[in-house]
């Protein structure tokens, strides 16, 4: 039931972040990769859903941090603003 639990945490997660989600790919892959890595084989332990927890945490912080300002050759670049 907590392997389910987490799954779901972690669907409702990603989707609730899915606008930044394009954007911010470089942070999620070693996340998806971590997690591919823990559910591909037996059940993970209470200790790794812990940390699966915590990582997720981590990472919809991170993702809802207001983006830095835009840049010259960023689409959203305007010098007059």
Known sequence: M????????????????????????????????????QFKGSPPTADELTDLETQIDALAARLQEPLPPAQPGDPDYNPTA
Request: hydrophobic share 50%; proline share 6%.
């Open 2 to 37: 907590n392997v389910l639990i987490t799954v779901l945490t972690v669907v409702e997660t990603l989707t609730r972040l899915a606008p930044q989600f394009v954007a911010t790919w470089q942070d999620l892959k070693p996340f998806a990769q971590s997690l591919y890595e």
